[in-house]
């Protein structure tokens, strides 16, 4: 089945560091991929549309420059957390669409626990 | 706009006895909808789907879903839960099975007790 992997599962770091989130889709091309927050004990909140080898399209309310979204590849997407400060600490979760058949569900990864100190 | 509704946020089921996670949603077309199911700590792992078709619709693990167009509802069923069935179940609805975004539901956390 499709595999999504993402990396790493868990990163802690100092508050004013960047964070690098990376998304990879091991056994399909992804022309699209998503970038989820989860809130603890909450309902995903999507964050932004990656789409390969354009910008990414960032929900209402989501910073652009805060959460950098890079998708140069069919296979690799990355979300970078920009100068973290506490208040971005969350779940990232990933997910991953097969763009050569409009019936593939989005398969996600396992998500990446982010704490900032 | 598109919303989904998961009215219990927590339930608790007997092993052995059956399941039903409830879901409302709301959408302007016909909606693409979705169950998932999230362990702790791991990302969601797809249950089953509905578009159109046969409405009640069997997915992973024994799970199956009835689509009520009526109702707007799209409740999880199981006959017979195991304790590895606990976790947090997410109904979502999109515009398409996969291109487009989803939105999700706050989510029903499974506590299964021996």
């Known amino acids: 089945g499709a595999v999504v992997s993402q990396h790493p599962s868990r990163v802690i770091c100092k508050s004013g560091t960047s964070v690098k989130i990376e998304c990879r889709s091991l056994?399909?091309?992804?022309?699209?991929m998503f970038w989820y927050r989860q809130f603890p004990k909450q309902s995903l909140m999507l964050m932004a549309t990656?789409?390969?080898?354009?910008?990414?399209?960032?929900e209402q309310g989501v910073e652009k420059d805060k959460f950098l979204i890079n998708h140069a590849s069919l296979t690799l997407s990355t979300l970078t957390v920009t100068s973290a400060h506490p208040e971005d600490s969350s779940f990232y979760i990933c997910?991953?669409?097969?763009?050569?058949?409009?019936?593939?569900?989005?398969?996600f990864g396992d998500g990446t626990r982010l704490s900032i100190l | 706009a598109q919303s989904v509704t998961q009215p219990d946020i927590h339930i608790t089921v007997s092993e052995g006895a059956s399941l039903e996670l409830r879901c409302n949603y709301s959408y302007g077309a016909t909606p693409y909808l979705f169950w998932y199911v999230q362990s702790p700590g791991q990302g969601l792992q797809l249950l089953l789907k509905?578009?159109?078709?046969?409405?009640l619709v069997q997915g992973i693990k024994g799970f199956e879903a009835e689509f009520k167009r009526s109702q707007s509802s799209f409740n999880l069923r199981k006959p017979s839960v195991h304790w590895s069935d606990a976790a947090e179940y997410f109904c979502?609805?999109?515009?398409?099975?996969?291109?487009?975004?989803?939105?999700f539901g706050t989510g029903t956390r499974l506590t299964i007790i021996p």
């Open positions: 056994d399909f091309q992804a022309t699209t």
């Open positions: 509905y578009f159109s078709g046969d409405t």
């Open positions: 990656s789409n390969e080898g354009s910008k990414a399209t960032y």
């Open positions: 997910s991953a669409v097969w763009g050569g058949n409009s019936n593939q569900p989005q398969h």
């Open positions: 979502a609805v999109g515009a398409d099975f996969g291109n487009e975004k989803l939105t």
